[in-house]
């Protein structure tokens, strides 16, 4: 995970020299951050594996924050390779047996939605980080799950994403709006459709969980509070 970063940015027509001179500048100031163009589009990569999630957030932080990218800059995608290794290379050194009701619950979403709820973490020895129960349903459907990497000596967090929900007459129902993101630190079991208790600015709310994806390194992970409670309820998404 934080293999590179991509930057997209705000077009103009007519501008092709301008907009030249600003990828170059670009390209050099990423160098102050440990990052190189790849050559590949607009893909930055650090130039050493070392320390490369604070690199890859040091940059993001450094580009949102320049004042000559303002208006210019349209996003900021980090890339994370979801092919590190083969299914049958992982290790599960130390890796305890998930609970049948635990591995049910995945299960049941895996056979109505034909999707794992999440993918796989893997360290740099292949050792299984998180993710176990899709691995187990990986092996067991002959299916090819995403499998990331994240360094063992890093902090790895499960992020789950979606949008505020409220209940109406017993019914939960979504809020138009952006998607906010969490730490998903509870015990349950967690899957696409859940309704968690969270903490906003405005107080406690409630979010349905839209997509669940993982976040490495200290920065990363301290960016997003944690999810406040598991509600045992369900909404078709």
């Known amino acids: 995970m934080n293999e590179g970063i991509a930057v997209f940015l705000n077009g103009r027509e007519n501008e092709g ?3 030249e001179k600003l990828i170059r500048r670009i390209d050099h100031f990423l160098l102050d951050y440990g990052l190189t163009y790849s050559g590949i589009m607009n893909l930055y990569r650090p130039v050493t594996a070392d320390d490369r999630d604070h690199k890859v957030f040091a940059a993001c932080e450094a580009l949102n924050s320049a004042d ?19 299914l049958d290379q992982i ?23 034909h999707g794992l709820a999440h993918g796989i973490v893997v360290d740099e020895e292949k050792k299984l980080r998180d993710g176990y129960t899709s691995y187990l349903l990986a092996r067991k ?10 360094f063992s000596d890093r902090p ?7 949008r505020h929900v409220v209940q ?4 939960w129902k979504r809020k138009k709006g952006r998607r906010y993101s969490w730490t998903y630190t509870l015990k349950a079991a967690v899957v696409p459709g859940d309704i968690l ?6 107080g406690q709310m409630y979010m349905c ?29």
């Open 91 to 113: 290790r599960l050194d130390d890796m305890a047996e998930p609970s049948a009701a635990k591995l049910d619950y995945y299960e049941a979403y895996y056979q109505s939605s």
């Open 209 to 237: 969980v839209e997509r669940i994806e993982y976040v490495t390194g200290e920065e990363f992970c301290a960016e997003f509070s944690a999810v406040i409670k598991h509600m045992r309820k369900r909404l078709e998404i």
């Open 168 to 171: 109406n007459k017993g019914t």
């Open 141 to 150: 459907y002959g299916i090819r799950p995403d499998i990331y990497e994240a």
């Open 68 to 86: 000559w990218l303002k208006d210019r800059l349209a996003y900021i995608s980090i890339a994370n390779r979801k092919d590190v290794c083969p």
């Open 156 to 162: 790895l967090r499960k992020v789950v994403m979606g």
């Open 17 to 19: 020299s301008e907009l």
């Open 197 to 202: 208790k969270v903490q906003t600015k405005k």
